[in-house]
C-alpha cells in the first residue's frame, strides 16, 4: 500500500516571501500522479498542482511549483510571493496511473498561515 | 451542475440514529469517491464508484456504512447506528473516465457530521 508523509503539520511565511512544503510518500509502483491540494476553511479540496511521474520536468502553475525527486520518493511545494489567500491546509496526494479509477491517498496536511 | 454538490452541509445526530448524506457529482462524471476526513488529518479513502457500481469499497470501516449510486449520478452514503467516532467532514469528489485515462478528480464542500 501506499503511503504519503507530511512532516511540517504547520508553517508561516510573511507576505510576498516563498515557503517550502514537503511532502515523500512510498510505493513500490513505478507509474503514478502526486498532487497538491489547498483546502480553506470552506473544506473544499482545491486542487493546486499536479505532477506525473514518468515526467522529469518539474510541474509549474503560476507562482506554485514542485520539486520532484522520484528516487528519492520527495514532492516539495513551493510557493513563490506568498499572498495573504495562500494561507489555508495543504495536502499531498498520490494516485495510482495503473489502474483506471484509483484512489487518493492523501498526508496528513501542513497548515500554512500568511503573514502580512 | 457547476460543480460536486453535497447536502446537507451540516448534520448533527445522536448517537444510535440514522442518517443519509447525499452526493451530487459535476453531470458527465462516471467515477464517484467518498472520502472521510477526520478532524486534523487528511482524508481517507471510503468508496469509489464506476457508474451505477461500486468498483472499490475497501474503505468502508464496517457494515454500519454502505453508499448507493442507483442511477449512475447522484450518490447516498448511509451510515446506520451512528457512534461518536462516525464524526468527521465527508467529502465527495468526481471524475471523468475515459479507459485508463482519470482525469482531475473535483471535489465538493463536504457534509460535516457531529455524533452527539
Known amino acids: 500500500a501506499q503511503t504519503v508523509t507530511q512532516s511540517q503539520p504547520e508553517m508561516s511565511v510573511q507576505e510576498a516571501e516563498t515557503v517550502t512544503l514537503s511532502c515523500t510518500y512510498d510505493t513500490s509502483e513505478s507509474d503514478y500522479y502526486l498532487f497538491w491540494y489547498k483546502q480553506p476553511p470552506s473544506r473544499q479540496m482545491i486542487l493546486v498542482i499536479r505532477?506525473?511521474?514518468?515526467?522529469?520536468q518539474n510541474a509549474t502553475e503560476n507562482r506554485f511549483s514542485v520539486n520532484f525527486q522520484k528516487a528519492a520518493k520527495s514532492f516539495s511545494l513551493k510557493i513563490s510571493d506568498s499572498q495573504l489567500g495562500d494561507a489555508a491546509m495543504y495536502f499531498c496526494a498520490y494516485r495510482s496511473r495503473e489502474t483506471s479509477g484509483s484512489r487518493l491517498t492523501f498526508g496528513e496536511g501542513t497548515q500554512l498561515t500568511v503573514n502580512p | 451542475g457547476a460543480g460536486v454538490s453535497q447536502t446537507p452541509s451540516n448534520k448533527v445526530t445522536e448517537k444510535g440514529k440514522y442518517v443519509e448524506l447525499r452526493c451530487d457529482p459535476i453531470s458527465g462524471h462516471t467515477a464517484l469517491y467518498w472520502y472521510r476526513q477526520s478532524l486534523g488529518q487528511g482524508p481517507e479513502f471510503l468508496i469509489y464508484f464506476q457508474g451505477t457500481g461500486a468498483a472499490d469499497d475497501s474503505g468502508l470501516p464496517n457494515d454500519r456504512f454502505f453508499a448507493v449510486r442507483p442511477e449512475g449520478s447522484v450518490s447516498t452514503l448511509k451510515i446506520q447506528r451512528t457512534e461518536r467516532g462516525d464524526s468527521a467532514v465527508y467529502l465527495c469528489?468526481?471524475?471523468?473516465?475515459?479507459?485508463?485515462?482519470?482525469?482531475?478528480?473535483?471535489f465538493g464542500q463536504g457534509t460535516r457530521l457531529t455524533v452527539v
Open positions: 505532477q506525473e511521474a514518468y515526467k522529469q
Open positions: 469528489a468526481s471524475s471523468l473516465i475515459r479507459g485508463v485515462r482519470n482525469t482531475e478528480a473535483f
